[in-house]
């Protein structure tokens, strides 16, 4: 398995390259829950418009939808890390 280090999200999403409508299994998705524009969550895409995450500490790991609303208006983008 490969590692992949991020210092930063907000550094990670200097590259975004992936647009809502174009990600793939595995891409990180990044969430601004703490402001406009600037990601502070991020995300896991498992396809069919979903994708897992932690919804805070000490909450359990689950699925939402980026289309709900609350996900949709603050999603910012998507990167691609890796590809098969």
Do not use: C, W
């Not at 991020?42 to 994708?51: A, E, Q, R, T």
């Not at 805070?56 to 590809?83: C, E, H, M, P, V």
Request: proline share 4%; no cysteine.
């Amino acid at each position: 398995m490969r590692e992949v280090k991020v210092a930063k999200v907000s550094l990670a999403i200097r590259e975004l390259t992936v647009p809502g409508n174009e990600l793939s299994r595995g891409d990180l998705v990044f969430i601004a829950t703490a402001g406009v524009g600037r990601a502070s969550h991020v995300g896991i895409y498992i396809g069919n418009g979903l994708f897992i995450h932690a919804p805070g500490a000490n909450k359990t790991i689950r699925a939402d939808s980026l289309s709900n609303r609350y996900f949709a208006q603050r999603f910012i983008g998507g990167r691609t890390y890796f590809r098969p």
